[in-house]
C-alpha cells in the first residue's frame, strides 16, 4: 500500500514562497493498493492535480473518500478531472447524516451561485455511498470508518490491505474535554480507527500556544498529537492538516515539539507534504 500527498494544508490553500516546501494545497491523499486499486481521501484543492494524472492512466474505477463538508475537503472536486469523463466509475463515500444524502449536501457547494454546473450533470457515472460506522471492503481493502471529535458532521477512515494498516484522521480534536494522558483509549475519539496503524495521518494544526485560544475549533496541536500517537501505539505518524499561516520552517519546528513528547526514532514522524510518497 502506497500513500501519495497531493494536498496537505488545512482551512484554506496557502500558494508562496513560504509554502514551497510542504506544499500549498488543501487535503487530498492518494491511496495505492497493490493490486491496483485507487483510493482517494478527501478531494481539497490537491484532487486538480491529482486528477490530471489519473486521467492519462483511466483507472477503471476510483473510491473517493470524504471525511466532512468543510469546504477545504471538497472545493477541489470540481476540478477533479476524472469527474468529467464520461467513462469514470467513481464511487464518492461521505458521512451520513439524517436529514439529507451525500450528494444533497454536496450539492449546496457543486451548483449555481457557488459553481456553474450542478453535480447532477457531470458526465462520469457517481455512486454515492454513506461511509456508516462499520467495515466494509473496496478492491483488496477492508475499509472502517466511525464518528470523529470535530465540529459538524466528520469520520475517519481506517485501511487495511497489503499486510499494512493506515489511519486518515484530519479534522480531529480528541483532547476536547480530556486529558489523553490519563484517559482509558476506549473513551478517545479515533483511538480505535487508529490503533497500532503502521501509518496514522493525523490532523496537527497548532502549537500548544495558539490551541489555547482555539479550543473547540475541531483541531489538535503538537502536544495532543504526540499523546495520541503515543496511546495508540502507531508505527509512524505524518502530521497533517497544517495551518495556512505557518510557513515550513514553522512546521519543521513543530516536528520538533511533536518529538519531545513523544519520545521515538525521529524517522517516525513525517510532516506530510506534496508530492511525498510513503509506504504504509
Partial sequence: MRVRFWGSRGTIASPGADTARYGGNTSCVEVRL??????????????????????????????????????????????????????????????????????????????????PVHLSEVPANVTFHDATEGTWT???????????????????????ADGASLTYLT????????????????????????????????DCQYTEEEYAARVGFGHSSTAHVAAFAGKVGAKRLAMFHHD??????????????????????????VIAAEGAELAA
Fill in 34 to 115: 497493490d493490486d491496483g486499486s485507487v483510493l482517494v481521501l478527501d478531494a481539497g484543492t490537491g484532487a486538480r492535480v491529482l486528477g490530471h494524472a489519473l486521467i492519462d492512466e483511466a483507472p477503471p474505477r476510483i473510491d473517493l473518500f470524504i471525511t466532512h463538508l468543510h469546504v477545504d475537503h471538497v472545493e477541489g472536486l470540481g476540478v477533479f478531472e476524472p469527474i468529467w469523463r464520461p467513462g469514470t466509475e467513481l464511487h464518492l463515500w461521505g458521512p451520513p447524516s439524517p436529514v439529507a444524502s451525500v450528494d444533497a449536501r454536496l450539492a449546496k457547494y457543486f451548483s449555481p451561485p457557488l459553481f
Fill in 138 to 160: 473496496v478492491g483488496g481493502a477492508t475499509l472502517r470508518s466511525a464518528a470523529i471529535q470535530h465540529a459538524g458532521i466528520t469520520v475517519g477512515y481506517r485501511i487495511e
Fill in 171 to 202: 479534522d480531529h480534536e480528541p483532547a476536547l474535554g480530556m486529558d489523553l494522558e490519563t484517559a482509558a483509549p476506549e473513551w478517545i475519539s479515533g483511538a480505535a480507527l487508529a490503533w497500532e496503524a503502521d501509518l496514522l495521518i493525523h
Fill in 244 to 269: 495556512p499561516m505557518h510557513s515550513d520552517d514553522q512546521l519543521d519546528a513543530m516536528r520538533e515539539l511533536v518529538l519531545e513528547r513523544w519520545n521515538v526514532e525521529p524517522d517516525r514522524v
